[in-house]
């Protein structure tokens, strides 16, 4: 078993499945629209990041479609649930697979997970897929039961050099 024994084995196993069952959370939030409870899932300090080229390394210094800390999670969180915002009406319907979840980086306190997910978008009588990898930072919350908080939520899109008309809605 790689020098792995059964008490450390279980814990991994256990582990994975707090992560996973913490990223299927997250994925139904997000096909609820349920924006404020998402928003809550994040660290005081946690970004959201979607880099616009492959293999990109820094967010800062290079054009990302959406690099986002909490006060602009918020703007456009307020502004998707606005049912005066034009540009959502009507309103966008999604819906998240995540699969092929791996951990990383299982370091004390905070995890660094991998993960696969596919994203249909409903909107005005058109439908788009998304697809890629979300990498996940996430930091033990022990105020939230050993729930986690995310630090960062990086998502990879597979067409990240396509271009993207109106994307609005978190991936």
Avoid at 47 to 57: F, T
Avoid at 117 to 139: I, N, V
């Amino acid at each position: 078993m790689n020098g792995i024994g059964a008490a450390q084995l279980d814990e991994a196993i256990r582990q994975r499945h707090r992560v996973e069952q913490f990223l299927f959370l997250e994925a139904r939030l997000l096909d609820a629209n349920a924006w404020d409870e998402w928003l809550r899932l994040f660290t005081p300090t946690g970004m959201y990041w979607v880099p616009r080229m492959r293999g990109q390394q820094d967010a800062r210094t290079q054009v990302s479609l959406f690099h986002e800390d909490a006060l602009l999670r918020s703007v456009r969180a307020r502004r998707l649930a606005n049912h005066r915002n034009w540009s959502q009406q009507p309103p966008t319907h999604g819906t998240r697979t995540i699969g092929n979840v791996s951990v990383i980086d299982p370091g004390p306190g905070t995890i660094v997970v991998r993960s696969s997910f596919q994203m249909l978008e409903w909107r005005a009588d058109s439908q788009r897929a998304f697809g890629g990898s979300y990498t996940h930072t996430l930091r033990e919350d022990p105020a939230a039961d050993g729930s986690f908080r995310i630090e960062m939520k990086r998502v990879d899109l597979v067409n990240c050099d396509a271009i993207h008309e109106n994307l609005q809605v978190f991936l």
